[in-house]
């Protein structure tokens, strides 16, 4: 009798063994889920700060270019004044040029040489000007091409963030998952150790009942379970 009661302890306590060993198992799993969680979440933290990053650089850069913008048009209009005032200048210039003709030939000569040698240094200013006006649109374009590269790189980091997400998803339902298993695991264990308490307390009374004397003041001395 104490060879099976030490057979059944042992066989108890070999199902406690294998019980526990499938909870730790599942507790590692669900660790391992959560930091893999973790690190997703960090990841996504990390390009959520490049993108705002990116963004800041992309409004300054169109405050710059906005910036460049006026001052061209502002050059623009500068050019146009200062076309019409040549035009006025000029059609002023005739004028003269007639009325001094009539006079003097010499004057008129005179008049012509001054007036060509102004009109010369008003086409070299205009050229200037035209050619700064031409290297403010290159560097715009420039600029337009570097706006270009960076909402590239937004879009992708969107993408990646988005992929992000869709794992981060992923790896939450796993974690519910080993939760509801452990959950499940606990409630399975607990009844298992409740029916095999049962069990053995019916085996221990039906021994009892088995090797109780009929009569007289003789006891039966049981070992520890």
């Known amino acids: 009798m104490a060879g099976e009661m030490e057979k059944e302890k042992a066989s108890h306590g070999d199902e406690m063994r294998r019980v526990e060993s499938h909870n ?8 391992d889920v959560s ?12 390009l959520l700060e490049q993108l705002t990053e990116l963004g800041q650089e992309k409004d300054k850069l169109q405050q710059e270019l906005e910036e460049t913008r ?17 035009a006025q200048e000029k059609s ?7 009325d001094a003709w009539l006079q003097h030939e010499k004057e008129v000569l005179g008049v012509r040489a001054r007036y060509e040698k102004e009109l ?22 420039a600029r337009t091409r570097e706006l270009e590269s960076i909402q ?12 992000m997400e869709g794992t981060k998803g992923w790896f939450e339902r796993r974690l519910k998952e080993a939760d509801e298993t452990a959950e499940k695991s606990a409630l399975e264990h607990q009844e298992q150790v409740q029916k095999l308490q049962l069990e053995q307390t019916a085996q221990l009374q039906g ?19």
């Open 24 to 31: 730790l198992a599942l507790k590692e799993q669900r660790d």
């Open 35 to 46: 930091s893999q969680l973790q690190e997703v979440n960090r990841a996504n933290s990390r």
């Open 70 to 86: 006026k001052t061209a048009d502002k050059r623009k209009a500068m050019l146009d004044e200062l076309a019409i005032d040549v």
């Open 92 to 98: 002023r210039h005739e004028e003269e040029l007639s």
């Open 120 to 141: 010369c240094g008003l086409h070299e200013d205009k050229n200037r000007t035209e050619e700064e006006i031409r290297s403010q649109l290159r560097d715009e374009k």
């Open 152 to 163: 590239q790189t937004v879009e992708k980091l969107q993408a990646q963030i988005q992929s």
């Open 207 to 225: 021994k009892w009942r088995r090797w109780k004397p009929s009569s007289g003041p003789q006891r039966m001395h049981f070992g520890k379970y």
